[in-house]
Nanobody, 123 residues
Framework: QVQLVESGGGLVQAGGSLRLSCVAS????????MGWFRQAPGKEREFVAT????????YYGDLVKGRFTISRDNAKNTVYLQMNSLKPEDTSVYSC????????????????WGQGTQVTVSL
């Protein structure tokens, strides 16, 4: 089992920045590829970003490319999501997820999920 706990969400004005963190425990963090997803009320879960086990490969959803950056620190068992130039449409619950099979944009590929952290972007 892998336990994931997100933090760093909050309320920010459009154009601002937030950094989300996700701390993992339970198993060797570096054995897992990590992803960030988001889900707004009434909408389907949406892929945001993914990073490979060693951090050498990253991939982003089209809506966040160029604004968000995923990174990880395996010594701290933590994956980050730096979010810049935030827009009201980025408002959502952001969740991190882990899987051992490889980086993926597909939510069902992931085995472990955090509880999520709310990000609200105001005009």
């Amino acid at each position: 089992q892998v336990q994931l706990v997100e933090s760093g969400g909050g309320l920010v004005q459009a154009g601002g920045s937030l950094r989300l963190s996700c701390v993992a425990s339970g198993r060797t963090f570096s054995n897992y590829d990590m992803g960030w997803f988001r889900q707004a009320p009434g909408k389907e879960r949406e892929f945001v970003a993914t990073i490979s086990k060693g951090g050498e490969s990253t991939y982003y959803g089209d809506l966040v490319k160029g604004r968000f950056t995923i990174s990880r620190d395996n010594a701290k068992n933590t994956v980050y999501l730096q979010m810049n130039s935030l827009k009201p449409e980025d408002t959502s619950v952001y969740s991190c997820a882990a899987n051992a099979r490889g980086p993926s944009t597909t939510a069902r590929w992931y085995d472990y999920w955090g509880q999520g952290t709310q990000v609200t972007v105001s005009l």
